[in-house]
């Protein structure tokens, strides 16, 4: 009698630790879509300035259930590294990136995708390109290195001209430490910072994001 007590106890101690794990978990996965709702809708009708060059960030209206989680400079690599996900490098002042985002979203909503992983990168590769032997510079080193004969773009001057520059957005899907796709900015025929995507430019990144998204889910539910 008393063993089975004792097992019925231990039972409901490890379905209360569960539920509060799942708990934790969607606790925080909800924080990070808040988050990042948050931080891209306030640029909404916000201008910008940069060298003698100005314009208006486009609006962006994101869902408060979004798949966003956010990673950092204590994980990001450890991330690149492992298992397979879909990863969102880019920044929320990036029209680039607000342009490409609501597509990303989209797919990955309507695909059964449930985690897109996000790293916003602008420090580590301002660190890297001022030449700062910092652990900022570190970290956008080892990115670099994960990724580098998938990268094309390069410094155009300064101390770091011609070394790889990682630019915004750049969507990846990592499968065991090793990039399955890569997709850097929009489209080609979406030239234009301060514009958004025709529907003919959304279609065909959205072509793109699926593919990446169908084959994630491919390798989750067969690998």
């Given amino acids: ?15 209360l630790i569960t539920g509060l794990v799942t708990t934790y978990i969607l606790i925080q996965n909800s924080k990070d879509s808040y988050k990042f709702k948050k931080e891209y ?9 940069y060298e003698g060059k100005k314009g208006k960030y486009l609006n ?11 990673l950092n400079d204590e994980n990001i690599v450890k991330e690149l590294k492992e298992g397979d996900k879909i990863i969102y490098f880019g920044f929320p002042d990036c029209n680039w990136c607000r342009a490409a985002l609501p597509v990303l ?45 998938n990268i094309t773009s390069t410094f155009e001057s300064g101390a770091k001209k011609g070394e790889k ?39 065909e990144l959205y072509k793109i994001y699926e593919d990446m998204m169908i084959d994630l889910i491919m390798c989750t539910s067969d690998c």
């Fill in 41 to 49: 809708e306030s640029y909404n009708n916000k201008s910008w300035e």
């Fill in 165 to 203: 520059r990682l630019s915004a957005p750049t969507v990846v899907l990592m499968k065991d430490g090793k990039v399955s796709s890569f997709h850097y900015r929009t489209v080609d025929s979406h030239q234009n910072y301060n514009k958004n995507l025709t529907t003919e430019e959304y279609n």
């Fill in 105 to 149: 979203l989209k797919s990955a909503e309507e695909n059964g995708v449930e985690k897109i992983y996000y790293y916003d990168f602008g420090e580590v590769r301002e660190a890297f390109e001022k030449n700062k032997n910092n652990e900022k510079a570190k970290i956008y080193q080892q990115i670099i290195e994960v990724l580098d004969s």
């Fill in 1 to 15: 009698m008393k063993n089975k007590k004792l097992i019925i106890g231990l039972i409901l101690i490890l379905i």
């Fill in 60 to 70: 962006i209206e994101i869902n408060k259930d979004n798949p966003i989680i956010y």
